[in-house]
């Protein structure tokens, strides 16, 4: 199995629907984080958070929301869907500390339509 | 703000030469800095740590040169083969971003047979 789960894996939804990405690890981290990719963009962070009481806006925080439902999972809304939040999604942890690296998940391929 | 450079177009080489990544910053003082390989679709992987204090770091056919007074890390892929097309990011970590990972846009390379 893998240490970061995404579901769903793609999806198409309609221009002012409600969606909701989730995310899940194994990995034990306390720091779980949503990233935003785009062609020529790289990876942009959407929110972050470092343990189950603690949710941070990230570089491009708007139109998204997000719920960290226990130390595993961490989810990401978009409560009203726009086409220019069809992207590719990532969820990711990492340890507490200084040195560490990042697990991602798949990812989850985004279209509005 | 951060600024993480680094190339746009496509590295195109031979198999069995040395592949040369190039990272640059701005406006950032770096712990520390990864790379990590991306594939098409799936979310990166972690490949190699430098710290601030590190002038290099090897792993197997990676190595990895940090600079802090030019403000650039250069990634090298000795005896590429094509295996190693993908794209490869820079990430900055540090007091600044709450040493959560800043991605860089991503250079992609493409090892010739």
């Known amino acids: 199995d893998a240490d970061v789960t995404q579901t769903p894996r793609n999806r198409i939804t309609k221009t002012g629907k409600r969606i909701m990405l989730e995310c899940s690890q194994t990995?034990?981290?306390?720091?779980m984080y949503w990233y935003r990719q785009d062609p020529g963009l790289g990876l942009r962070l959407i929110y972050y958070?470092?343990?189950?009481?603690?949710?941070n806006k990230g570089e491009i925080s708007d139109g998204y929301s997000v719920s960290r439902q226990a130390q595993a999972k961490f989810s990401l809304s978009l409560e009203s869907a726009i086409p220019n939040q069809t992207a590719l999604y990532f969820c990711?942890?990492?340890?507490?500390?200084?040195?560490?690296?990042?697990?991602f998940g798949q990812g989850t391929r985004l279209t509005v339509v | 703000s951060q600024k993480i450079e680094q190339n746009s177009e496509a590295l195109n080489i031979q198999e069995g030469k040395t592949a040369t990544l190039t990272c640059n910053y701005t406006?950032?003082?770096?712990?520390?800095l990864q790379w990590y390989r991306q594939d098409p679709g799936r979310g990166p992987v972690f490949l190699l740590l430098?710290?601030?204090?590190?002038k290099e770091k090897r792993k197997e056919r990676l190595k990895v040169t940090f600079d802090t007074t030019l403000k650039q890390s250069l990634f090298h892929i000795t005896a590429s083969q094509p295996a190693d097309s993908a794209t490869y990011l820079c990430?900055?970590?540090?007091?600044?971003?709450?040493?959560?990972?800043?991605f860089g846009r991503g250079t992609s390379l493409i090892v010739h047979p």
């Open positions: 430098i710290r601030e204090n590190e």
């Open positions: 990711a942890t990492s340890d507490v500390g200084t040195n560490t690296e990042a697990f």
């Open positions: 990430a900055l970590v540090g007091t600044e971003g709450s040493y959560i990972p800043t």
């Open positions: 958070s470092f343990d189950v009481k603690d949710i």
């Open positions: 406006n950032y003082s770096p712990a520390y």
């Open positions: 990995k034990g981290h306390d720091r």
